[in-house]
């Protein structure tokens, strides 16, 4: 009876196991592929979460990478010729002159000088750059953290610089909270500063007519190592008029390149300024042709930024922009260079300060 049953069993379920063998594959596949969508779709909504500890020192050390040794950059799309000297003079974008292009196209906001040359030294900062970037009536607090700091998270900052020469020390941000974790870096950085030239305003060979030329060489102030360059189009350039031996008066003041422009009446453009630094009279020299006295001592200062593309176009890389003073007194004036070796018989001589030491420190949290 039992052979019978096993014969049956055989002949009429064997076809069927098969059977069982393909539902139990297709439903572990389907399982599988339906476990691994919603794993991919759960993963979402862990984003937006931090975790509870954050590498804040290694944040404070690329802030302190990006002040101390990146000139920082510009967005070039828009042209740099039209709001900067070039894409490394984010501190040369004047709100006043395109507030469009102010803030928009910064990308970072570096310190140190251009990358001209492979041998540039390191953790040498520009002062133009440190008086922008230290002032806090420039720029609104958030866009530090743009610019400097990076990153989805709500870090705070507070930057400071501090002068080894007994200067005063400049910051940014917030005060340093007393019992909350908080990265920190300091850097030592030397500090680049404008040079400038003293002049003999006196014509000794009586042909000036009351006209003074300053010329300055691109080429001939970019001789030198890169640490000890001129840059006219970035750095602010000084001028000392000595040697004045009666009362008179300046009465133009303009570029040249090679056509003669009056100076621009917003920043950048040419200031008179009294020897103690202060400027005459509140206000700059304008085209319409005042008359400021000047005396021993007076200064002519171009802004960084104005002996550039910006407003000479066709300026090339070896080329030169003038700067012509008038005076009311004929007998004054003269062929000038603004130079690194000076006549000295003549009382002028040329003046770029030593590199200074400061230290550069960044908190973050």
């Known amino acids: 009876m039992w052979i019978e049953k096993f014969h049956y069993w055989v002949f009429h379920h064997t076809d069927d196991s098969g059977q069982l063998s393909i539902d139990f594959v297709v439903g572990l596949s389907i399982f599988m592929i339906a476990f691994i969508i919603v794993s991919t779709m759960s993963a979402g909504l862990l984003v937006g979460l931090q975790s509870k500890t954050i590498d804040y020192d290694a944040v404070a050390y690329r802030t302190g990478v990006i002040l101390a040794e990146d000139p920082g950059e510009i967005d070039e799309t828009v042209g740099v010729a039209y709001i900067a000297p070039d894409r490394y003079a984010w501190d040369l974008i004047y709100p006043d002159y395109y507030p469009a292009y102010h803030e928009a196209n910064m990308m970072r906001m570096g310190l140190a000088m251009p990358r001209y040359y492979y041998d540039i030294p390191s953790q040498i900062v520009m002062s133009h750059k440190t008086e922008q970037f230290f002032d806090p009536s420039k720029y609104e607090r958030d866009f530090y953290k743009d610019k400097i700091i990076f990153g989805d998270y709500p870090y705070n900052y507070y930057i400071t610089i501090t002068p080894l020469d007994g200067g005063q020390s400049k910051s940014v941000g917030d005060p340093v909270p007393q019992k909350q974790q908080t990265g920190y870096i300091k850097r030592v950085v030397m500090v680049k500063h404008p040079a400038n030239v003293t002049l003999n ?50 009465t133009s003041v303009k570029a040249c390149s090679p056509t003669c422009e009056d100076t621009q009446p917003t920043t950048p453009t040419i200031w008179i300024k009294k020897p103690n630094g202060e400027v005459w009279r509140a206000y700059q020299i304008s085209p319409l042709g005042m008359a400021l006295s000047v005396e021993n001592g007076t200064l002519i200062e171009v802004d960084p930024g104005y002996l550039s593309k910006r407003y000479f176009p066709n300026l090339g890389p070896v080329d030169k922009i003038d700067v012509k003073m008038v005076f009311s007194d004929p007998t004054l004036g003269g062929e000038k260079d603004f130079s690194y070796v000076q006549e000295v018989s003549f009382n002028e001589s040329f003046h770029q300060p030593n590199l200074t030491a400061a230290v550069l420190e960044a908190w973050v949290w």
Not at 213 to 240: A, K, Q
Request: net charge negative.
């Open 201 to 250: 305003v006196f014509d000794t060979t009586g042909l000036a007519n009351g006209e003074m030329t300053v010329s300055f060489n691109f080429y001939n102030l970019s001789s030198r190592t890169p640490g000890f360059m001129v840059y006219p189009s970035l750095e602010r350039s000084i001028i000392n008029l000595t040697n004045f031996s009666t009362p008179t008066t300046i």
